[in-house]
């Protein structure tokens, strides 16, 4: 049965198809039938019913309560004729997936705008009302359905009305330093929410005397945590002590990802550099010359077009807390699936960055804090929209006021959420999804700032580039930029703005992401030397990718292996097209770490196979479980220890845990029956370790009938780096970890909030114990390897190959620049630092000689014993 009805007294006047007593066979059934309501009605071309598909491909669904709401892509909205809904009642109920219960109405919607929004706000309160959703599902009256998704609630009260009140941390914590390069921002604080929120328990995280609600982003953003910031991290509840464990876990796996990014951007930063040297003192002639700060890297020519965004002014009009509660639920509904909805988009073009910092707004919109403050203005008798625009001005306010520049930038990420729900509740949501219609061909932007949530969505087939008044390089925007590849400059001052009146196209500009400038109506001679400028840089850049991919091998003919260390293939794939040898650490902790179980065999062997078949025939080396320490997993119930860096971890635990080494052994010897792959024991110390280990790897090679392959160890504790020439017999290479390696040479813990400064890889004693195992492994014929920082640093990859190592295993980004030092220099010269290295007192005396790196002969400075 199908009825059509368009209620005039409906607040929203939406046309909603209902059909009663269908029965599906699956979800995709479910859909095509919903979706060919719409088609029917008039809603949407039938190419919509596609679209509804690929949302279920990339993401449920799945309401909750029985409900499920099949829409379209973003990308597809121009396929929706009218704004309508299709309800498809199931009272048997439909599967959608293995976390959903059964689906017993299927609400499609096809909608270009917002005009939907108040239905999904109906839904969610529907769900809450489990007497008349069991009558819905049941009715025989189609007018039911239509009434409850048009209806409205009147007792609508405003949301969590509860008096804010200062929070205190917990007896039960841990402190730490935060290694995050760029401090706690966004994305990583939405990743501690989302972990914090898992357990029952109540999480906080202490900064100085300022405590924050670890399972709010907003909170967590006030600390203000900047980098080496001393945070403590506490719990209260029935498991409490698994969430503080959970939390400290992704915060350190979290660190080595914001350290990689960090490091990735120091590379783009330097060949920006490089290439920008191409540009010299040219000064070309135009009308007008405007210099910022350089962002993002490029030099383009295109035209100028203003993009600012309309001001959002608002009057303080108060319909009655009921109605502006009801407002407001709308509204930030109606924001979290616009951003939801771009964040999916960004991450089906492979857009991780976009689709993260869209994601970690999201995650601002649920702050409690600022939800409680808006709620007491409401009540206070003042309107939603003028309640929401003072609350957000003041938190946007105290972020921009801290005093690390990185976390006052993400104040612009606050404004930006902020802003997409009071256009909703000005009834304006439409206007963030015509950004850049009237943007012609070739455009260069101009504005006095650009939100990251319309630099996510720049098309780069048509922009080719920004240039703001005001910003920074450590916001969003600016990371944004340099994700798309497009040419930015920032902070341009207020008179940039008057080079092109608003409305106005078609001036000609040239946009000098390199030097900060901006050239607005250059002359025609500029223009040719601007296009020589860009082809000379474009011949630069295909030199230089060229070159990543040739060896590193010193002038005097020495060749040293440089390999990448990685989690998954897609990484393996990356570090190989950044000129790769192979992978020289393959991190198995990663598959314990993001799951809430222990991976069996096959998940295992899966991932390893994947990565021997990504290298295609590239040398791999897989550690195993590397557990314990900085690096704790709740689901693996271990035992509480008072020094986890000295107790039950790397090796020790594998040989005390049958139910993890056997699986993982075996997973390793069946993906070895695919191509190249070597296995490396971490936190080996002592000779026994290593006999006891390699005896259970052969009995296990002999279950599964797997290849012999190469057995390797970590040296990360100084007795085995002073037994290396015991040790070297009973293993086929080496691999250094020199972080591990440093902390306990040192007696340093990394985390440590005070300590972790000393914890300096390039100090005399752990360059001795490094030269010691070099020694050992020569007596042997065995090969040694570095996987640890000191590999990625110029100084470090220099002195390791002066020490002898064979292969250094570096991040992906750091593979271009330790491969072009090398080729500058003799192993002969690197021999001789490497001696003068270990001759020093201090690591300050041996970062003094890196100076000799910068110049040119390095052997003179090495052989007159000059530091400078």
Request: hydrophobic share 45%; net charge negative; proline share 4%.
């Amino acid at each position: 049965m199908n009825t059509s009805t368009d209620a005039a007294a409906a607040p929203v006047d939406t046309p909603v198809e209902v059909r009663l007593g269908a029965s599906p066979h699956d979800r995709e059934d479910a859909v095509r039938a919903a979706g060919a309501l719409l088609v029917q009605a008039g809603f949407v071309r039938p190419g919509y019913v596609d679209s509804l598909l690929q949302r279920e491909r990339v993401a449920t669904t799945y309401l909750g309560q029985g409900l499920a709401i099949p829409h379209g892509m973003v990308e597809d909205k121009y396929l929706v004729q009218r704004t309508g809904l299709a309800v498809l009642q199931v009272p048997e109920g439909v599967s959608w997936g293995d976390d959903a219960s059964p689906v017993r109405l299927v609400v499609a919607i096809a909608a270009a705008s917002d005009e939907h929004i108040q239905v999904l706000r109906r839904l969610t309160r529907l769900m809450r009302d489990d007497q008349r959703l069991a009558a819905l599902f049941g009715t025989r009256d189609p007018q039911d359905i239509v009434a409850a998704l048009r209806g409205e609630s009147a007792s609508s009260s405003a949301a969590g009305a509860v008096a804010e009140r200062a929070l205190e941390d917990y007896a039960l914590g841990q402190e730490i330093a935060l290694n995050y390069p760029n401090g706690l921002h966004a994305r990583p604080a939405g990743a501690w929410a989302q972990a914090a929120r898992a357990f029952q328990s109540q999480v906080r995280v202490r900064h100085g005397d300022a405590v924050a609600d670890a399972r709010s982003v907003a909170s967590l953003l006030s600390l203000g945590a900047g980098r080496g910031a001393k945070l403590r991290i506490s719990a209260q509840g029935a498991d409490a002590p698994q969430a503080v464990a959970r939390l400290l876990a992704v915060i350190a796996q979290l660190g080595d990802e914001e350290t990689r990014q960090a490091e990735l951007a120091a590379a783009r930063h330097a060949q920006a550099q490089g290439l920008g040297r191409v540009l010299g003192d040219w000064q070309p002639d135009a009308r007008q010359t405007f210099t910022g700060i350089a962002a993002s890297p490029g030099l383009v020519v295109g035209l100028l077009v203003r993009a600012d965004t309309q001001t959002l002014e608002t009057e303080d009009h108060f319909q009655g807390i009921a109605h502006e509660a009801a407002a407001l639920d709308t509204a930030l509904t109606a924001a979290q699936v616009q951003l939801e909805g771009l964040a999916e988009a960004a991450r089906n073009r492979g857009a991780g960055e976009q689709a993260a910092i869209l994601a970690a707004q999201g995650e601002l919109l649920r702050d409690a804090a600022l939800l409680q403050d808006v709620s007491r203005t409401v009540v206070r008798g003042h309107g939603a929209a003028w309640s929401w625009k003072q609350s957000l001005a003041q938190r946007v306010a105290a972020q921009r006021a801290l005093a690390d520049t990185t976390l006052a930038a993400r104040a612009a990420d606050l404004q930006d959420a902020g802003e997409r729900v009071l256009r909703h509740l000005l009834g304006r949501g439409g206007d963030d999804t015509q950004a850049g219609a009237s943007w012609p061909d070739e455009a260069i932007l101009l504005a006095d700032d650009l939100s990251p949530s319309v630099t996510a969505q720049i098309d780069t087939r048509r922009v080719k580039g920004f240039c703001t008044a005001r910003g920074g390089p450590a916001a969003h925007t600016a990371i944004l930029a340099r994700a798309l590849g497009l040419p930015a400059v920032v902070a341009s001052g207020p008179g940039v703005l008057e080079a092109v009146r608003p409305g106005a196209q078609g001036v000609k500009a040239i946009l000098d992401g390199y030097r900060g400038r901006l050239y607005v109506e250059p002359s025609e001679t500029a223009l040719m030397q601007a296009d020589e400028h860009m082809r000379q840089l474009e011949a630069l850049q295909k030199a230089e990718s060229s070159a990543r991919m040739e060896p590193a091998v010193t002038r005097d003919g020495h060749r040293v292996e440089i390999a990448a260390n990685v989690n998954r293939a897609d990484q393996a794939l990356k570090a190989l097209e950044a000129g790769a040898d192979g992978v020289g650490l393959m991190r198995t902790e990663f598959l314990f770490l993001e799951r809430e179980h222990v991976p069996d065999e096959d998940e295992q062997y899966g991932v390893y196979r994947d990565m021997v078949a990504a290298l295609d025939g590239r040398p791999l080396i897989v550690r195993t479980l590397d557990i314990g320490g900085d690096k704790q997993v709740p689901h693996l119930n271990l035992p509480e220890e008072d020094n986890p860096f000295l107790g039950v971890r790397g090796a020790r635990l594998l040989l005390r845990r049958d139910d993890l080494l056997v699986p993982q052994m075996r997973a390793l010897y069946r993906a070895a029956q695919h191509g190249p792959l070597s296995i490396m024991f971490p936190m080996i110390s002592n000779v026994e370790e290593l006999q006891a280990l390699r005896a259970r790897a052969e009995a296990i090679r002999l279950e599964v009938q797997g290849p012999e392959v190469p057995i390797g160890i970590m040296i990360e504790v100084p007795s085995a780096a002073l037994i290396a020439d015991r040790l070297a017999p009973h293993a086929d290479f080496f691999s250094i970890g020199t972080n591990d390696l440093t902390q306990y040479t040192l007696a340093v813990d990394r985390q440590h909030p005070e300590l972790a400064g000393m914890a300096d890889s390039l100090h005399p004693s752990v360059l001795r114990l490094i030269a010691r195992t070099v020694e050992g492994a020569r007596r042997h014929g065995r090969w040694v390897g570095v996987c640890g920082g000191l590999a990625g640093e110029p100084l470090g990859a220099a002195l390791l190959t002066g020490l002898g190592v064979d292969e250094l295993s570096v991040s992906s980004s750091d593979i271009s620049t330790v491969k072009a030092l090398l080729r500058r220099h003799t192993l002969v010269e690197l021999q001789q630092l490497a001696a003068q290295a270990l001759d020093q007192d201090t690591a300050d005396g041996v970062r003094i000689l890196g100076a000799a790196l910068r110049s040119e002969p390095l052997a003179s400075a090495c052989a007159t014993g000059e530091s400078a």
